[in-house]
């Protein structure tokens, strides 16, 4: 039997939402979801996959919560993290698994936590990439000048409107200038695309809107990776440090040197090879 390395695109109905769903690999395949963060889609995975795909995985990125066009519901409160959460038990539901391989990245990372919290039964393994769990952030936010300082952009993205006006002007220049220059443009062009839809970059930026404490989450108790990268401008090191501290489980922090906060397009062989061996 030939592997489906190339892939194909499902919507998935999860109440009254649906979702665009990328999925590649053999059926056989052990399942693993990709949760994206902001501001991409679930493209961001592109290079992941076909590693994981080529080991002979199946892989499930959707796009998430705000940026499917069929699950863009309006107002803030739809788009705390329990919603969030549901949406991907939802996806994991309608495709008739019992449990995945989850690896998440910036905001699906934060995604991910809660979902190994809250559904453990649900998680063979996590892969968390540049967010740590969250109580490891919360602290680092109320007590790390450093950790201050690179999250001062929340305050922006808050500001409805005022924040869409900042990052969608100029033909979206800001919003293309928070990526690398070793993201490639294709996948740029993408993201950008997806969020210059109507009402798109508003839902995006609800997820911030609607962010409450990020340390009420107990510890995880299923085989923890925590990848981080040294360039990362948005999540320093001092919360990093304290990952391992809210893992009962076996926990392996992967650090990745001169990497920035874009690790699954920069380096989809680290990133791929840490999901591929986790802690025992």
């Known amino acids: ?164 006006h900042v990052l969608l002007a100029d033909g979206a220049k800001r919003l293309r200038a928070v990526f690398s220059d070793d993201v490639p443009a294709e996948l740029v062009e993408e993201h950008i695309r997806v969020l210059s839809e109507p009402g798109a970059l508003t839902a995006a930026l609800n997820w911030y809107r609607a962010m409450g404490r990020m340390d009420e989450l107990a510890s995880v108790t299923v085989p923890t990776t925590y990848v981080w990268s040294t360039e990362d401008g948005a999540l320093g090191r001092a919360g990093a440090l304290r990952c391992g501290d809210h893992v009962a489980a076996p926990y392996r922090f992967v650090q990745l040197e001169g990497i920035s906060h874009w690790i699954p397009e920069e380096a989809p062989d680290a990133l791929a090879e840490a999901v591929l061996q986790p802690p025992q």
């Open 1 to 164: 039997m030939t592997q489906d390395v190339s892939g194909h695109h499902e919507r998935i109905d999860v109440g009254p939402l649906t979702f665009d769903v990328a999925i590649a690999g053999g059926a056989q395949g052990r399942p693993v979801l990709l949760l994206h963060g902001f501001p991409e889609t679930a493209r961001s995975w592109d290079l992941v996959s076909a590693r994981l795909v080529a080991a002979g995985l199946r892989t499930i990125a959707p796009n998430q919560r705000g940026y499917s066009p069929g699950a863009r519901p309006d107002g803030a409160d739809q788009y705390g993290i329990a919603h969030l959460v549901a949406d991907a038990v939802g996806i994991i539901d309608a495709l008739g698994l019992s449990e995945v391989d989850v690896v998440g990245h910036d905001w699906g990372s934060v995604v991910a936590w809660h979902l190994a919290g809250w559904h453990p039964d649900r998680v063979r393994t996590l892969t968390a990439v540049s967010v740590p769990h969250p109580a490891a952030f919360g602290w680092a936010l109320r007590n790390d000048a450093d950790q201050q300082r690179r999250s001062e952009y929340i305050k922006l993205f808050r500001q409805e409107g005022k924040a869409e």
